[in-house]
């Protein structure tokens, strides 16, 4: 299992990203997936989770109405619209996945990709 998140930037308070996140080495279109965030000194954060055909999202209560998860299932690929961006959503996001690898319940995340938020 590999991602590879990318998208991530710095942006005015306000302002807009999307982060996407390519994923390979095992069915995409099985999993649900997740974003999480961690800021500095902060414990990581669960953001957002989509369904493994897309049909159900949810989102913690601090980013509802402003950021949307999405996937397309033919590029093995995550989304993160953000928009409405504030200061405090600056962390590094990342994929996740839990997944049973046979004999356990494993979590797989990618490298993370940097939004800083910031006038």
């Known amino acids: 299992v590999q991602f590879v998140e990318y998208g991530g930037g710095l942006v005015q308070p306000g302002g807009s990203l999307k982060l996407s996140c390519a994923a390979s080495?095992?069915?995409?279109?099985?999993?649900?997936i997740n974003w999480y965030r961690q800021a500095p000194g902060q414990e990581r954060q669960w953001v957002a989770r989509?369904?493994?055909?897309?049909?159900?999202?949810d989102y913690t209560d601090s980013v509802k109405d402003r950021f949307t998860i999405s996937r397309d299932n033919t590029k093995n690929t995550l989304y993160l619209e953000m928009k409405n961006l504030k200061p405090e959503d600056s962390a590094i996001y990342y994929c996740?996945?839990?997944?049973?690898?046979?004999?356990?319940?494993?979590?797989?995340w990618g490298q993370g990709t940097q939004v800083t938020v910031s006038s």
């Open positions: 080495g095992f069915t995409f279109s099985r999993y649900f």
């Open positions: 989509i369904s493994a055909f897309g049909d159900n999202t």
């Open positions: 996740h996945l839990v997944r049973y690898n046979g004999v356990k319940m494993v979590d797989y």
